[in-house]
């Protein structure tokens, strides 16, 4: 599927699309930036900023959400319904972003 997002904020920001079958894109987003990309309809974005204290997690965004165009077939829109109960924990087992040494 479609998605975009918007880095609203004054800082740098890393995107975390995470999705099934081990399906995973990583970029970085500056300032006002629109990032446009393609995951799968179950797929989970994380933003990710550093702070003083390091790595900070600053939302968690179901990918369905972030849809620029919604799916039209009535399977995909099952699926799409189906992927919005996502469950809080459930990749909290991902590393944080990796600090400079």
Same mark, same amino acid.
């Given at each position: 599927?479609?998605?975009?997002?918007?880095?609203?904020?004054?800082?740098?920001?890393?995107?975390?699309? &995470?999705?099934?079958?081990?399906?995973?894109? %990583?970029?970085?987003?500056? !300032?006002?930036? /629109?990032?446009?990309? $393609?995951?799968?309809?179950?797929?989970?974005?994380?933003?990710?900023?550093?702070?003083?204290?390091?790595?900070?997690?600053?939302?968690? &965004?179901?990918?369905?959400?972030?849809?620029? %165009?919604?799916?039209?077939? !009535?399977?995909? /829109?099952?699926?799409? $319904?189906?992927?919005?109960?996502?469950?809080?924990?459930?990749?909290?087992?991902?590393?944080?972003?990796?600090?400079?040494?």
């Amino acid at each position: 599927m479609a998605c975009s997002y918007r880095n609203t904020s004054d800082r740098m920001v890393i995107l975390r699309c &995470i999705g099934p079958e081990e399906f995973f894109l %990583e970029r970085v987003v500056f !300032p006002f930036e /629109l990032l446009s990309f $393609q995951c799968p309809l179950s797929s989970v974005v994380k933003i990710w900023t550093h702070s003083i204290g390091g790595p900070e997690l600053v939302d968690t &965004i179901d990918a369905g959400d972030l849809l620029v %165009e919604v799916p039209c077939e !009535p399977t995909q /829109l099952e699926a799409l $319904q189906s992927s919005r109960s996502y469950t809080a924990g459930v990749l909290d087992d991902e590393l944080p972003l990796a600090t400079a040494s």
